[in-house]
């Protein structure tokens, strides 16, 4: 192993986090990336079944990368210190992109060429580590998922009719959304895996929550997927972490990669925008009622629709890049653009009527399109644009 990729570098180090490391030959082995977050009571039992199952050659080396607030780093020192392969714990101050984001966190640290992410609470099966890397090797494959729907596998560890019913969906969606980066993925969904450290780098990773898996499939297109099946066990110790809210990430992290290209972009901002329209006549409804005077109630009504937007343009379109102004720069040029858009259309439209001769009907429409897209041009532009030079970010799909 290298001795600048390990031991891992701190976060504050000054030459800063190696997230950009080339992928050059990097040495054969294996690095197993666990994030964890309260899972004191199962990290021991975890390494003694690793110790049994990792080979001594090729070399391994387990990175913890935790978000605890129990003792689990202790835990893991102690029980890191009997193992016969290196164990180190990464433990983050801010739990920046939750498991998504401690798993790319610990990639930018992996000394070995073959990087095997897997959870801490032995709901996957140790023993199938060296099977995940050698059907790699065997295959040529980049990426080697270890798939609950295969023959052989299975997910009796998914508590409930329940979670199984959401998995299902979940998987249903993306596979919908992502035809063509999931071909070959039966288990989008699975949080174990084997990744070549050479397919990862090159795009920017930007995990949202639980689904890792679905964030490198799809920014990273590996070339060949191959699968393995496994059976989701039953959790060792304590409860899951997953929340009804990591279901919501779960949809914004889908929306976020959807949007990564920009027609993709342009046509979630058109949907956002048709939405737009029920809060707005829903206000206008009510300020009328309550007897506003229509107009004065059209221009309150329009700034309903003008947050409501913002709130769907940020969480979903572009959720990815609204970090280079503060949110309340970003509300301010996001109204001003929203609300020119309405004086814009006016004279447009007696443009189009009085000089191209259009019927108002027609003209209308035109008008429509055209300060859409101007307005979609400029929001992108002068909202989420990022100030300074910045690196490519464009992701297929
Ligand atoms: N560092 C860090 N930060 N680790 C976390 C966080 C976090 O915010 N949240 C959870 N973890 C760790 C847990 O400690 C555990 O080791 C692993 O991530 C998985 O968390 P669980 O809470 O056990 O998830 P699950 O069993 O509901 O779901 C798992 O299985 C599903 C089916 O394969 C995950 O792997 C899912 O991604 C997967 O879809
Ligand atoms: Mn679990």
Redesign the pocket.
């Known amino acids: 192993m290298s001795e600048d990729l390990w031991p891992p570098r701190s976060l504050d180090d000054p030459r800063g986090p190696e997230v950009d490391a080339p992928p050059v030959s990097a040495p054969a082995g294996i690095t197993l990336i666990?994030?964890?977050?309260?899972?004191a009571d199962n990290v021991g039992e975890l390494l003694r079944r690793l110790a049994a199952a990792l080979p001594a050659d090729p070399p391994c080396e387990v990175l913890f990368?935790?978000?605890s607030t129990d003792d689990t780093p202790a835990a893991i020192e102690k029980a890191g210190a009997d193992c016969p392969f290196p164990v180190a714990v990464l433990h983050r101050e801010r739990?920046v992109g939750?498991?998504g984001g401690?798993v790319v966190e610990g990639m930018a640290r992996a000394g070995y060429e073959w990087i095997v992410v897997m959870?801490?609470?032995l709901?996957h099966p140790p023993h199938l580590v060296p099977e995940l890397v050698g059907e790699g090797i065997r295959t040529g494959a980049d990426l080697v998922v270890a798939s609950?729907h295969l023959p052989g596998g299975s997910r009796a560890g998914?508590a409930g009719g329940y979670r199984v019913a959401v998995?299902r969906a979940a998987t249903l969606l993306a596979k919908g959304l992502f035809p063509r980066a999931l071909r070959g993925v039966g288990d989008p969904?699975?949080?174990?895996f084997a990744i070549r450290r050479g397919a990862v780098t090159g795009a920017a990773l930007a995990p949202l929550g639980?689904?890792i898996l679905l964030e490198l499939a799809v920014r990273c297109r590996p070339r060949t997927i191959a699968e393995v099946p496994y059976v989701?066990e039953d959790?060792h110790a304590g409860a899951?972490?997953?929340t009804p809210r990591e279901g919501l990430r779960f949809l914004a992290h889908l929306a976020a990669l959807r949007c990564a290209n920009p027609l993709a972009r342009m046509i979630g901002f058109g949907l956002v925008g048709l939405s737009g329209f029920v809060p707005n006549l829903a206000a206008l409804w009510l300020l009328t009622h309550v007897g506003v005077q229509y107009l004065v109630a059209e221009v309150i009504a329009n700034q309903a629709g003008v947050l409501w937007n913002f709130w769907l343009i940020e969480t979903l379109v572009f959720r990815d890049r609204r970090h280079h102004r503060r949110r309340l720069d970003r509300l301010g040029r996001f109204a001003l653009l929203a609300n020119a858009d309405l004086l814009l259309r006016i004279p447009l439209i007696a443009l189009f009527v009085g000089r191209l001769d259009m019927d108002v009907l027609p003209a209308t429409a035109l008008a429509l399109v055209t300060t859409f897209v101007l307005r979609f041009v400029a929001t992108e532009a002068l909202v989420y644009l990022p100030r300074g030079p910045r690196a490519a970010t464009t992701t297929r799909s």
Do not use: C, H, W
Not at 189 to 192: A, D, E, I, N, V
């Open positions: 666990i994030p964890t977050f309260n899972e990368v935790d978000d739990a939750g498991l401690a959870d801490a609470d709901q609950r998914l998995s969904m699975s949080g174990f639980y689904k989701f959790r899951s972490k997953s």
